[in-house]
Each structure stands twice: as C-alpha cells, then as structure tokens.
C-alpha cells in the first residue's frame, strides 16, 4: 500500500493530538515515506548528511522523538546510518545504482504484531477503536466491568478477497500507561482506519518492557476438517505480560491451516 505524500503545513496538524494524520497513517510513517523517496530520487545523495533532527522536526510540523522514531525505520532498511557526526544516506556499494524504496516493515529479527512478518506485508483491513472487553477480560486487563479500552481489530485478505486470518487485541490499563505510541490514542473515540502497529512489540521494549508471550494454539469446536471438503481453522490465543506479570495485551486470532503458518519466535 502506498504511502501518501506528508501534508501541506496549511493542514498539518499539531504533535499533541493523539491521533496520526487524518485519522489514516502516523506520522512518523509519512515522514519515513518522504525521506524515502529523496534517497530514491538522489535528492539526498549517497553519503551525504541528512537534516538534523531540529530541521526534520521544523520541516514536518512534528517533535524530535517522531523524527527519530521516521529514521528508526529506514535505519532498520539500511537505507541510512547514524554516527556520533549524524544521520547519512547510506553509500552502498559503487555498482549499486539508486537505493531502492522499499515498504515500511519492521526488521526481520523482530516479530510483527499482530500476526508476524507474513501477515504484516499482506493485504490487510484494520481498525482501533474504544470498546469494553468481554466481562471475563476486563479483571486481567486491569479495567472495572463496562470499562472501555483500545482495541485493534485486523484482518488479513487473500488476493481475490476471502479473509485468511482474523485477530483481534485488547490492551490493559497498564499498556496504555507504559507504552507512549499506544498513550496517544487515549483522547481518541472515533475509529483508526489502518493504523500501523506493526512495532508494538519493539515499542514495549523501548518503555523497557519485558514481555512474555503465552500462546496456545487449538482447533476451535465445530471447525471443518480437509477430510470433509472444508478448510481446516486454528486458533491462537495470546497473553502478553510484562515482567511483573502484568497483562498488557490479550490477543485472539483465528486462520485458515490451509492457508498460513504459525511460527513462535523467542527472546531469552
């Protein structure tokens, strides 16, 4: 999916609002998108220095910790490097030609929330909104019953349409009080269309969060089986804690077994 081009300054909005851009992709992505497309356009030749941060900052109407956050990301595309002189477009070899855009994804060595690397860099449909967990969750989550709380609802599409893999997130209060990217969402009551959370789990560990994950993977009752001409579904229930045992994230997803892989991936 294409990311637009940042807005005018006429319609940027100010850094304090919670929500990215119109509602559609934070900012930090329509900046790594602009700096993106200088590299690939030599705009920002090979070798040469980047725009401080207070620059970049000016430029796009946003704080130093969202241009950091823009040059986090094309730092783990090798597309720049940073040193104690600043940030430069990186040189690549003398054959290489013109760097090449690539789309926004996190490092392979990092899992994608919610449903890994595979389910980030397909075509997906996602939302966040506010909404009360089920009563069971709520304890877990730190919430009262009726209590409202970030919820993020995604879906992963086959090419010609048939959904391949359902989640759904709820987050706890504790979440929510510890991790600043999903803080900002707080003020927020009208749904996030396709938000971009692939990094939650990078953003854990930048609030210095441990997190534990716990998943357990079953075939859901009634789910039809290839021996009777249906495809078979798994689902995986995921509980994310940080090292004290709080809850911070309660997960659910739903797939076809046909159609994807699960793949558990663990941090020592």
Do not use: C, K
Not at 82 to 95: C, K, N, S, V
Not at 122 to 138: C, D, I, K, M, N
């Amino acid at each position: 999916m294409a990311v637009p081009d940042p807005v005018p300054e006429s319609e940027a909005e100010s850094e304090a609002a919670p929500a990215p851009w119109r509602g559609e992709v934070p900012r930090y992505l329509r900046i790594a998108s602009a700096l993106r497309d200088d590299l690939a356009r030599h705009a920002l030749a090979p070798g040469s220095r980047l725009p401080s941060e207070r620059s970049l900052a000016q430029r796009y109407h946003v704080n130093r910790q969202t241009v950091r956050s823009a040059l986090q990301l094309l730092r783990e595309e090798r597309l720049v490097v940073t040193d104690r002189r600043g940030t430069f477009a990186a040189a690549g070899p003398p054959d290489a030609g013109p760097p090449v855009a690539r789309p926004v994804a996190p490092a392979v060595s990092r899992p994608a929330f919610p449903g890994g690397s595979r389910a980030a860099e397909a075509l997906v449909r996602a939302s966040l909104g506010w909404e009360p967990p089920p009563s069971a969750l709520a304890p877990r989550l730190q919430l009262t019953p009726g209590e409202p709380t970030l919820v993020h609802r995604h879906t992963v599409l086959a090419p010609h349409g048939p959904a391949l893999q359902r989640a759904v997130s709820w987050f706890s209060r504790q979440a929510l009080d510890e991790i600043p990217q999903l803080a900002r969402y707080r003020r927020v009551r009208q749904p996030v269309h396709q938000p971009d959370l692939r990094l939650l789990y990078h953003w854990m560990h930048q609030a210095g969060l441990r997190a534990t994950h716990r998943e357990s993977v079953r075939v859901p009752p009634g789910a039809p089986g290839t021996a009777a001409g249906g495809a078979a579904r798994l689902s995986v229930h995921r509980v994310v804690s940080d090292q004290h045992g709080h809850v911070l994230e309660v997960t659910d997803i739903d797939f076809s077994a046909q159609e994807a892989a699960w793949t558990y991936e663990y941090s020592l």
